[in-house]
């Protein structure tokens, strides 16, 4: 299988970006899937995870309140809509698909990832 993560750029503080994760193989679409962060020199961690019917999301602290995540699983694709964008939020974005139906925000709970797309946000 197959992830192609998309949407990122360069936005300014306070902006909005909404980036897309499109999956090779439908038949994944029966599991959890999730965003995740990484800035140079730190560990990738947790954004935001939608579970298999997107009737579970989960986000973190960092993030909650002003990202999206949803999917659509008519065309294999995964959001996430960033809203109020800080600096802070500058990193490569990762998408992948997890093991189980409910998403965690544990990175090894995940097999299968995207390449990853920048997003810098400018102050």
């Known amino acids: 299988v197959q992830l192609q993560a998309s949407g990122g750029g360069l936005v300014q503080a306070g902006g909005s970006l909404r980036l897309s994760c499109t999956i090779s193989?439908?038949?994944?679409?029966?599991?959890?899937m999730g965003w995740f962060r990484q800035t140079p020199g730190k560990e990738r961690e947790f954004a935001a995870g939608?579970?298999?019917?997107?009737?579970?999301?989960r986000y973190s602290d960092s993030v909650k309140g002003r990202f999206t995540i949803s999917r659509n699983s008519a065309k294999n694709t995964m959001y996430l809509q960033m809203n109020s964008l800080k600096p802070e939020d500058t990193a490569v974005y990762y998408c992948?698909?997890?093991?189980?139906?409910?998403?965690?925000?544990?990175?090894?709970?995940?097999?299968?990832w995207g390449q990853g797309t920048l997003v810098t946000v400018s102050s």
């Open positions: 939608i579970s298999s019917y997107g009737t579970i999301t």
């Open positions: 193989d439908r038949t994944f679409s029966s599991y959890a």
């Open positions: 992948a698909i997890a093991r189980g139906t409910v998403p965690t925000t544990m990175d090894v709970g995940y097999d299968f």
